[in-house]
C-alpha cells in the first residue's frame, strides 16, 4: 500500500486526472455562456435526456465532474467510491460576477475561485449540475462568498486525499459517526470536503450532522453512500435538485477536451475566444475574451461522446439504500 501512496503523492492531487493545458484558448458559446442543463436523473451515464433548458446558474449549485484515467480509477477503487470524483461549487464573487469554488483546480494542488462561464467550458471531462432549490439568503450569500474567497489560493489537501486509500482516514463503518467533523476555514482541503464546509460556514446545512472530511463527490451525486453514516445523513438531500447532465452545446455530450478549441470551427451560433491567462500552475488563471468566431450552424452529431464504461463501484450498493 505505500509504495502505491508514495507513488500518488507524486501525481496531480485533482480526483479525476486530465485537464487542457492552461494556455491553450478555449471557445465559451456567446448566448449560452453557462450552457444547457437536460432532465434530471440519478445516473451518472452522460445521456441527453431532453429536453434542454438553459442553465441559470445561482450561489450554492454544486458541479460534479468527471474524467478519469486508469490511475485514478485504482485510487477510487481503493477509498471504494467511483464517478464521479470531483466537485465544486457556485459562489458569488466580491466584483458580483458568478465563481467556482474549487479544491484541486486543473489537477494542481491550489484551491481556486475562477469565472464560473470560463471553468464550466475549460473543464476536459463530463459535467453535471445539482441547481439548489430554494435561492441563498442575503446572509448566507455573505458568508458563502466569504468562505470561498478566505480559501482562494490555499494549498489543496494533497496528504489528506492520498491517505483516503488507507485505514488512516476519518471515512469508516463507525468512525464518520465520530470523526470528520467541520472545522471551518482552514489553509488545505479537497473537493469534497471544501464544499461541505463552505455550507456548513455560510448556515446552509447542519454542520450537527455533516462530515465534511469523510464525503466525496460521489455522495453529492446520489444522495447515498457506501458509508453507514454519510447514507443516514446526505448533505444535499431535500435543498438541491437531482444531477442533470451539463453541455455547451444541445446535444453535444463531448468531454470537454474533444471539443473544438481555436482555431477549429466552432458548431453553434457564435463564441468567444477566451485565453485562460498565466501558465504557471502557482498562478491563479485571469481569463480575457480575446476574440469572437460567428460559428457554422451545422449539425454537432460529430460531437457525441461514446459510451463509457460504468464499473460497480460508479453506482452506490442497493443494500444501503434509506427506506
Known sequence: MLPLVVLCMTALPAIDAGGTKPSQPIYIPAEAPYGYLYQPAFDIEPLVRMPATLYLPQPGDIVLMSDTNRLWTLMYRLGFTGKPGH???????????????????????WTRVTPLDFRLNHYPGTVWVRPRCTPLTVEQNQRL??????????????????????????????RTFFLGRPRGISDRMYCGEAIIEGLVYAGVIDGRT???????????????????????????????????????????????????????????VGALVVDPGPTGRKQAPAPVVVGYVPGELRPV??????PQRIGIFDRPPRGLRRR
Request: hydrophobic share 35%; glycine share 8%; net charge neutral.
Open 87 to 109: 466537485a465544486g461549487m457556485v459562489v458569488l464573487m466580491p466584483d458580483g460576477q458568478l465563481g467556482f469554488l474549487e479544491a484541486g483546480y486543473d489537477d494542481s494542488p
Open 145 to 174: 462568498t466569504e468562505f470561498a474567497m478566505a480559501m482562494d489560493n490555499t494549498r489543496y489537501a494533497v496528504a489528506r486525499f492520498m491517505l483516503q486509500t488507507t485505514q488512516f482516514k476519518t471515512r469508516g463503518p463507525l
Open 210 to 268: 455533516a462530515r465534511p472530511r469523510a464525503t466525496y463527490p460521489q455522495d453529492l451525486f446520489y444522495d447515498e453512500s457506501r458509508n453507514i453514516y454519510i447514507n443516514r445523513h446526505p448533505p444535499l438531500a431535500g435543498g438541491w435538485a437531482p444531477p442533470s447532465l451539463w453541455t455547451p452545446l444541445v446535444g453535444s455530450t463531448a468531454l470537454g477536451k474533444d471539443r473544438p478549441k481555436p482555431p477549429s470551427p466552432w458548431p453553434g
Open 301 to 306: 452529431t460529430h460531437l457525441q461522446q461514446p
